[in-house]
C-alpha cells in the first residue's frame, strides 16, 4: 500500500481511502486557548441558566414534596414503565421493519435498472419530504375514510417505518458509495454478477462501518414514537401526560418522563460509540 500526503495552504489532515489529504491546520497555542477560554465560557453560561431554572421551580412551588411524592409509590412508577416497554416495543419493531427495508430501497437506488431506480428513488425522496406528523394523519382521518382500518400500534409504527427507511436508504447508499472502487472491480474480475457482488461483497462491507450510524438512528426512531399521543398509543409521553394531569404536577412527571428518555438515548449513543470504537 502506497501513501500519499498532499498539503494545501491552510488546510489540515484527514483520511480517505489509501491517501492522506490535509485539510485544515491543527490549532496552535493561541488558537487551543480561545477554544479552551470558550468552553470555560459556555459551561458557566450552561451552569447558570440550569440554576436560575432550579431557582424558578423553586419559586413555583414545583420542587415541593407534593410534586413528586407520587414517583416513590410502585403503582405510579409501574405506569410510567409500562409506557416506557410500549415505546421500546414501538421502536424495536419499527427498527425491524426500517432498516432491512432501507437496505433494500439503498439497493434499488444502486441497480442498474432504470426503472427500479426511479422507483426507489421516488420512494425515498416522498417520504423524506413529508412529515411524519402528516403521515400519522393519513392512517389516523385519511384511510378510514376509504374502509382501511389498523390497530393503533401499527397506525404508529407503520409511519414510523415509511418515514425512517427512506433515511436508512440513503445512509446504506452512501456508505456503499464511500466503499473503494477496487472492491467491486475485484469481484467482477472474479466473475460475480452485478447483483452477486452487491449482496455478498459491497453491501456487508457497507454495512459493517454503518452499524454506529444504524444504531444512531434508533434515537431518531425512539423520538418518534413519542407522537404515539396522536394516535392515543400509550407510549411513555402519553403516559406522563395522564399521570400529570391526574396529580396535577404535569411539569414534574414530565420531566421524569425526560430523564428516562435521556437514559435510553444516552445508552443507545453509548453503544454506537462502543461500535465505532471496535469497528477495524
Known amino acids: 500500500m502506497t501513501m500519499t500526503r498532499t498539503t494545501t495552504p491552510k488546510h489540515g489532515k ?26 470555560a465560557v459556555s459551561l458557566i453560561a450552561l451552569a447558570a441558566l440550569l440554576a436560575l431554572a432550579v431557582r424558578q421551580f423553586a419559586a413555583h412551588g414545583q420542587l415541593d414534596r407534593s410534586q413528586w411524592w407520587m414517583f416513590g409509590q410502585w403503582p405510579v412508577l409501574r405506569f410510567l414503565l409500562d409506557g416506557l416497554g410500549e415505546t421500546l416495543l414501538a421502536t424495536a419493531v419499527a427498527a425491524a421493519l426500517a432498516f432491512p427495508l432501507g ?36 392512517f389516523l382521518f385519511g384511510l378510514p375514510g376509504i374502509g382501511l382500518t389498523f390497530p393503533v400500534f401499527w397506525q404508529l409504527v407503520i409511519p414510523i417505518v415509511l418515514g425512517n427507511a427512506a433515511v436508512v436508504a440513503e445512509i446504506v447508499r452512501a456508505g456503499v458509495l464511500n466503499l473503494p472502487r477496487g472492491q467491486t472491480e475485484a469481484a467482477y474480475s472474479l ?15 457497507a454495512l459493517r462501518a454503518l452499524v454506529p450510524a444504524l444504531v444512531s438512528q434508533l434515537v431518531r426512531l425512539l423520538k418518534d414514537s413519542t407522537l404515539g399521543y396522536v394516535v392515543s398509543y400509550l407510549e411513555l409521553l402519553h403516559q406522563a401526560k395522564v399521570l400529570g394531569e391526574y396529580y396535577h404536577a404535569v411539569l414534574s412527571t414530565y420531566l421524569v418522563a425526560a430523564a428516562c428518555f435521556i437514559a435510553v438515548n444516552a445508552a443507545l449513543s453509548r453503544t454506537a460509540a462502543w461500535l465505532e470504537a471496535r469497528r477495524p
Open 14 to 39: 484527514t483520511k480517505h481511502g489509501d491517501q492522506i489529504h490535509l485539510l485544515f491546520d491543527p490549532p496552535g497555542p493561541r488558537a487551543r486557548r480561545r477554544i479552551r477560554i470558550a468552553t
Open 103 to 138: 437496505g433494500l430501497l439503498a439497493l434499488g437506488r444502486l441497480s442498474r435498472h432504470r426503472w427500479t431506480r426511479a422507483v426507489a428513488r421516488t420512494y425515498v425522496e416522498l417520504f423524506r419530504s413529508v412529515p411524519l406528523l402528516l403521515l400519522l394523519y393519513v
Open 191 to 205: 466473475g460475480m454478477t452485478h447483483r452477486q457482488t452487491m449482496w455478498h461483497v459491497v453491501a456487508p462491507q
